[in-house]
């Protein structure tokens, strides 16, 4: 052994072959931390110091070959002045072009995920083979950030411009396939003849049959684009990134604005106009709430996890009753997840609209090569629709997706408590019900709870997970331990009106019909928080949502929290669910659906909706774009944060994920606490006092008093 250290070892090989091998100790992957990198700074020198070596090879000693930078380290070096991040790049850059220049030839042998750092080292060596199985990426942009080793210079110039422009720009993984497409690698292997093939390959690059030094030459030169080239080229890239980013993501940009400025340059001047936009993007409120995000996630999952561990029966089988919208988005995603579910309903038409809805959603896999006919065979057998509780008897788990009616929901439940075993969990994927109210109609409230799906259910990631007063650990635990095998974000949230998504989104809809009746264009308003960053305004949500589920859903919220969510006067919302405009579902709500060219419905301004509200709002009146930003975001932060002080989330960090994964929250902004952070408590102070005229629902908690009084921020 030349060099062993707790991140990676250097080893000599017979035939003068060195094997430098990534394994992290303590970990389960590779990651390309602070440790790492200095063990590689390390291991450099004592190759150096080594004779007669004649290749390397670069492997790893995990299931992964390297995740990428240890994004927990992010937080604190983005907080550090400019010279400090320059000096995090600087640091293993010098590494790779210490690598990328050996007197021998070197071969990256990826046998798992190479993203990020991981795929940037294989980048610096001559050859790359890759696994049939992995996947290489460079996903910095995700992050707000842009690849920060040598990423920008070295990809372009041994893919193209384009392909590494959309490599990046999208931060998606690829495939051996299109990776040994693109030119990124030179050879793919099955996994067991991966070494095979990259000790054949390196074998041919030391006799000389592989040319490095035309390689090595390339990745040190200016890109080859003339002028002409380059401007035409650049001109359109950008265009096109800059309309599949968005205006509110700047990294994709900076990725095509930094490849551009280092076209004409060497590998060395290269790398410093990447260094420089690194620490441009790393100092972003869009990286810190990206980074913030992305650590969120891996808490939630942790969290998820932990649960899972608890549970003392795993979801082999599950049922569903009700096979409507959301009980045949539920059986189709159990199914397809490999959880073999029961789908009753009580009338052939709704299982035959459940199965239809499955077969579409799998089609749709199939003719994207996404999946087999085969495969898809197999997920709809795993759904057995039924009109009886036969066979209910073998499930672990039952979620209730009937009507939203109290009545015949307590009907059903007490009904179906009958036919379950006596440790089978039922959960009540209701959207407004108390789960201690629906918990009355059951024998064992202590195997019952809430698992409230967002539909589309396939698409939207999060499932709210809702304790009862009587719920017990275990209901939880197999719960959550369900919604992870459907590959959902668990939430476990404290019962009441509204749980957790809905509670916070209801204030929002509250201050949007108070604007109204003050006199705002709801276009307007619908305009201002499109481009704040939510996929869609308050008035053609409410369009999505159904008029009628967020007249009946601010019903309950009234009742619940009347000194917040109670209005005195009539709404927008009521006045068009009084005259039928329910919406998107009936062609007609705030605006006004007509199917296009292709029969696909498409929103247009309807005159009549100014007309019916007319009698009940001010004269249309402008307001400035902050205030309508603060009059619709200030209920929502001063409920998230009710919420948290009595203890209906656990952490800023769930609330958070919690409304990015339900209902879009933009995750530039990453949560409504990350945004309190971002624009500071004293301001949302200030507009509390300014818009305190308006109630309740804007008036600070006693909770965030106290974090501006103490100067404490929520992350
Ligand atoms: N649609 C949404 O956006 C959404 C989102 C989250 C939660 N939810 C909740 O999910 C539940 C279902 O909503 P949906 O939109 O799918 O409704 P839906 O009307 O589309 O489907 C309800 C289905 O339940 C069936 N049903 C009625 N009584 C039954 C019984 N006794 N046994 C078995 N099946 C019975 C009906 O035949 C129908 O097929 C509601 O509680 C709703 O609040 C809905």
Request: proline share 4%.
């Amino acid at each position: 052994m030349i060099y062993q250290s707790d991140a990676l070892s250097l080893e000599r090989h017979d035939d003068g072959i060195v094997e430098l091998c990534f394994d992290l100790k303590k970990e389960s992957v590779n990651k390309f931390d602070q440790l790492t990198v200095q063990c590689l700074t390390e291991a450099l020198d004592a190759l150096d110091k080594e004779q007669d070596v004649r290749g390397l090879l670069v492997t790893s000693a995990k299931g992964v070959f390297i995740v990428g930078a240890d994004i927990t380290e992010f937080t604190e070096l983005f907080d550090t002045a400019g010279d400090d991040i320059a000096s995090f790049t600087a640091h293993n850059n010098a590494n790779l072009n210490r690598l990328a220049a050996l007197p021998y030839p070197s071969v990256a042998v990826i046998n798992g995920f190479a993203m990020g750092g991981g795929l940037e080292i294989c980048l610096a060596c001559d050859f790359r083979v890759m696994s049939t199985t992995a996947k290489i990426g460079l996903p910095e942009t995700k992050l707000g950030i842009l690849p920060g080793w040598g990423g920008t210079v070295r990809l372009p110039r041994i893919i193209g411009v384009d392909e590494a422009v959309m490599w990046m720009a999208t931060g998606k993984e690829q495939r051996a396939a299109d990776a040994l497409k693109a030119g990124a690698v030179d050879a793919i292997a099955e996994a067991d003849q991966l070494r095979d093939v990259a000790m054949a390959t390196l074998g041919q690059a030391i006799d000389g049959k592989l040319d490095r030094e035309t390689r090595r030459a390339m990745k040190h030169s200016p890109l080859p684009l003339n002028d002409t080239e380059a401007t035409m080229s650049f001109f359109t890239i950008k265009s096109m990134v800059a309309q599949q980013a968005g205006r509110n993501y700047p990294a994709p940009i900076k990725v095509v604005d930094v490849i551009e400025a280092a076209r004409g340059m060497d590998l060395d001047e290269a790398l410093k106009v990447e260094a420089a936009g690194f620490a441009e993007l790393a100092k972003t409120d869009v990286a810190r709430a990206l980074v913030g995000v992305f650590l969120n996630d891996q808490l939630l999952s942790k969290v998820a996890k932990s649960w899972e561990k608890k549970a003392q029966t795993p979801v082999k089988r599950a049922a569903v009753l009700g096979a409507g919208i959301m009980g045949g988005g539920i059986a189709y995603q159990s199914a397809l997840k490999g959880v073999p579910i029961r789908m009753k309903d009580i009338n052939q038409a709704g299982l035959d609209l459940g199965l239809a809805e499955a077969n579409k959603l799998l089609a749709k896999r199939v003719s994207r090569g996404r999946m087999s006919p085969e495969q898809m065979g197999d997920v709809l057998n795993a759904i057995d629709p039924q009109l009886s509780y036969e066979g209910f008897d073998d499930v672990d788990i039952v979620v209730e997706a009937v009507v939203e009616n109290p009545k015949v929901k307590h009907a059903v439940l007490g009904e179906t408590e009958k036919h379950i075993r006596d440790d089978a969990i039922l959960a009540s994927n209701t959207s407004t019900i108390s789960i201690d109210l629906l918990a009355e109609a059951v024998e064992r409230p202590e195997n019952f709870c809430g698992m409230h799906f967002f539909n589309p259910v396939h698409a939207m990631p999060l499932v709210e997970v809702i304790r009862g007063e009587k719920t017990s650990d275990e209901a939880i635990a197999r719960t959550v331990a369900y919604a992870n095998r459907m590959g959902k974000k668990a939430v476990v949230v404290n019962n009441c009106p509204g749980f957790l998504v809905n509670r916070v989104l209801f204030p929002y809809f509250d201050g949007f019909s108070k604007l109204l009746r003050d006199g705002a264009d709801f276009q307007a308003v619908d305009k201002v928080m499109e481009k704040w960053g939510w996929p869609m305004g308050p008035a053609y949500l409410s369009d999505v949502v159904g008029i009628d589920t967020g007249v009946h859903a601010a019903g309950v919220m009234a009742e619940g929290f009347p000194d917040r969510m109670k209005m005195d006067f009539k709404t927008a919302t009521e006045v068009m669910f009084d005259n039928d405009r329910l919406g998107q579902k009936n062609g007609r709500g705030f605006y006004a659906y007509v199917p296009d060219k292709r029969g696909k419905a498409k929103k247009t301004v309807d005159e009549a909706t100014y007309e019916l509200i007319a009698p009940n709002v001010a004269d249309r009146r402008e307001f400035e774009r902050d205030d309508i930003v603060f009059r619709m975001m200030l209920p929502m932060c001063t409920e998230l944060a009710r919420c948290l002080e009595e203890g209906i989330v656990g952490s800023p960090a769930e609330a958070d994920l919690a409304l990015l994964y339900g209902i879009g929250f933009p995750p530039f902004r990453g949560g409504v606490f990350r945004w309190i952070d971002t624009v500071c408590l004293q301001q949302i102070a200030d507009q509390s006092e300014r818009l305190a005229d308006l109630g309740k629902a804007y008036e600070l908690t006693d909770g965030m008093r106290a974090k501006l009084a103490a100067g404490e921020t929520y992350y």
